[in-house]
């Protein structure tokens, strides 16, 4: 039935987890006292009448960080198979990903410079 | 050319306890096919893992009450049963009879589906966190690497609760928490690599089986000194820690992207996060510190004393010392991270990204080229 041994154990798994929040959810929903409408409504804004939604335009600083994430995440993902496999591939394979990492650090360098890391 | 083409050493540890196998084998003597002994014994483990998952927040809380009134000179929770240790279950009991407050502006179904989208991965990742040989739900092979992908989903939840609740300090908490977590995420995951590197597996058992080849000489902390910083570092950043709790400043934030929760929703939230710190010790203490192995290897021990590793007293022994072990373990640093809580002040936004991007990730990948550099030079110190 699974190709791969063990993952009918994540998908049993799964299925347990997905349980716990929907079961607390839905036990929480029979015995809690139902919300009766009015101020309990309001969003929180430090006890006074919010103005205005969140949901407006508004300048996330965090999205450089996100983009350089992409990139060393990816490389992160090409290293795991170089790195279960180094015992059999010996010098070669340390140059080469010697070279590759190289080629990631001027990258952050450049990011670096350019102010990306910078938060403000 | 330095090829090591040396296969992998024989086991030197013993197979020990197979639960399974003696369970589906009893089963199949009452005349049960294979299959049908497996699918009775699946369900089994995957509860045991979960009631201790949920044991071991309850102990966490009470300990974080405890250690925290110590540490202010209070006494903490002393009356919900001996020492107050019915305090942490007493909680969640009034959180599950609160009533369900949605913000009247809030998205009705991301604002639910947020912290379901927390718990989930992370109860999910106790999949591969082996406390005996074959004491563990399920060996998958890529073990490691499920756990850092599974713990990659969990800014989508935390994002999306700070959006949904359209409340300003729950988006910017949010973002944070968001932000703080890509950027650990990269420096932990490559401080795993170096340790895959020197286990040559991405399954937790392999890692914990090379390092109990000599007892507490041959854990990887001693290998890895930096990496174990690091990962620690990460570790709190990812559960979001003091000093690392920007996402929830109170100070700044109210309660980051918790602000609007209230009752179950928010003690999803809560064990959400007190089972990724539980989780995050046991793996340093697989990772870096030996596992279930004893300071002594017990196969030392059984000879010693004139026993056979495969006499079933002795591997019932084995098997629980192995889960006290890897317990005691991941509690000293569940421990060391209260302590850390309230002992520490909190770093800002822009010293916590620069700690992130220009220190542990330069480092890390630093740490990654001479753990490969090392296992060049010194192939059998470092996982052959």
Known sequence: MFVLPGYDAFLGFLLIATAVPVLALVTNKLVAPRSRAGERQLTYESGMEPMGGAWIQFNIRYYMFALVFVIFDVETVFLYPWAVAFHRLGLLAFIEALIFIAILVVALAYAWRKGALEWS | ?384
């Not at chain 2, 369900?43 to 009631?51: C, F, G, R, T, W």
């Not at chain 2, 988006?171 to 690599?193: D, F, H, K, N, T």
């Not at chain 2, 590793?309 to 569940?334: C, E, F, R």
């Open chain 2, 1 to 384: 050319m330095v090829t090591n083409l040396a296969t992998a050493a024989p086991a030197l540890v013993s197979p020990g306890l197979d639960l399974e196998l003696s369970f589906t084998q009893a089963l199949q003597g009452l005349g049960l096919s294979p299959q049908v002994a497996h699918l009775i014994w699946l369900p089994l483990p995957m509860a045991l893992v979960l009631v201790a998952a949920i044991v071991g927040v309850l102990v966490t809380v009470w300990l974080e009450r405890k250690i925290s009134a110590a540490a202010q000179q209070r006494i903490g929770p002393e009356y919900a049963g001996p020492l107050g240790v019915l305090q942490p279950m007493a909680d969640g009991l009034k959180l599950l009879v609160k009533e369900d407050v949605i913000p009247a502006r809030a998205d009705g179904l991301l604002f639910t589906l947020g912290p379901v989208l927390v718990l989930v991965p992370v109860i999910l990742s106790w999949l591969i966190v082996p406390f005996g040989q074959n004491l563990l739900i399920s060996n998958v092979g890529v073990g490691i690497f499920l756990w850092i992908s599974l713990s990659s989903i969990q800014p989508i939840g935390l994002l999306m609760s700070g959006y949904a609740s359209n409340n300003k300090y729950s988006l910017l908490g949010g973002l944070r928490a968001a932000a703080q977590s890509i950027s650990y995420e990269i420096p932990l995951a490559l401080s795993v690599l170096a340790v895959v590197m020197m286990s040559n597996s991405l399954s937790t058992v392999d890692i914990v089986d090379q390092q109990n080849g000599a007892g507490v000489l041959s854990w990887n902390v001693w290998r890895q000194p930096v990496g174990f910083l690091i990962f620690w570092i990460c570790a709190l950043a990812e559960c979001e820690r003091l000093p690392f709790d920007l996402p929830e400043a109170e100070e700044e934030l109210v309660a980051g992207y918790q602000t609007e929760y209230a009752g179950m929703k928010f003690a999803l939230f809560y064990l959400g996060s007190y089972i990724n710190l539980v989780l995050s010790a046991l793996l340093v203490s697989v990772l870096y510190l030996g596992g279930w192995g004893f300071p002594i290897p017990v196969e030392w021990l059984a000879g010693w004393l004139g026993q056979s590793v495969d006499a079933p007293v002795v591997q019932v022994i084995t098997a629980s010392v192995g889960i006290v072990m890897t317990v005691l373990k991941a509690y000293l640093l569940v421990f060391l991270a209260i302590l850390l809580r309230w002992t520490t002040p909190r770093v800002r936004i822009d010293q916590l990204l620069d700690l992130g991007w220009k220190f542990l990730l330069p480092l890390s990948l630093a740490n990654l080229l001479i753990t490969a550099a090392l296992k060049l030079v010194f192939p059998s110190a470092f996982g052959g």
